[in-house]
């Protein structure tokens, strides 16, 4: 059984920085590419940032210059580092993971969500 775990996420105030740990657990072959999205009420689940195993980033314009992602490959963990933060920044955030279950398959696992408020 295949787990994403999340921590991390509060309510902070515009300006404030948080950071969100996400880390796979259970029994596979490897994880390849992570990624962090955010829903906010009444609004689409949109991707925020994503990395692959070597590290190669892409992130959504909104946030690009505020927020880090990176991983460790050794704990199979992906992080969010989100700096000056804005009210339109609260969404839950969801942690997304490609997970290779076998070395020739391979299926998208998601977090439990956590809660990111940003007051004004």
């Known amino acids: 059984q295949v787990q994403l775990v999340e921590s991390g996420g509060g309510l902070v105030q515009a300006g404030g920085s948080l950071r969100l740990s996400c880390a796979a657990s259970g029994n596979f072959f490897s994880v390849n590419t992570m990624g962090w999205y955010r829903q906010a009420p009444g609004e689409q689940r949109e991707?925020?940032?994503?990395?692959?195993?070597?590290?190669?980033?892409n992130y959504?314009?909104?946030?690009?210059?505020r927020f880090t992602i990176s991983?460790?490959?050794?704990?199979?963990?992906?992080?969010l580092q989100m700096n000056s933060l804005r009210p339109e920044d609260t969404a839950v955030y969801y942690c997304n993971a490609n997970i290779a279950i076998t070395w020739y398959a391979s299926r998208d696992y998601w977090g439990q969500g956590t809660q990111v408020t940003v007051s004004s």
């Open 60 to 65: 959504a314009d909104s946030v690009k210059g």
């Open 47 to 57: 991707l925020v940032a994503g990395i692959t195993p070597r590290s190669i980033t």
């Open 71 to 79: 991983r460790d490959n050794a704990k199979n963990t992906v992080y």
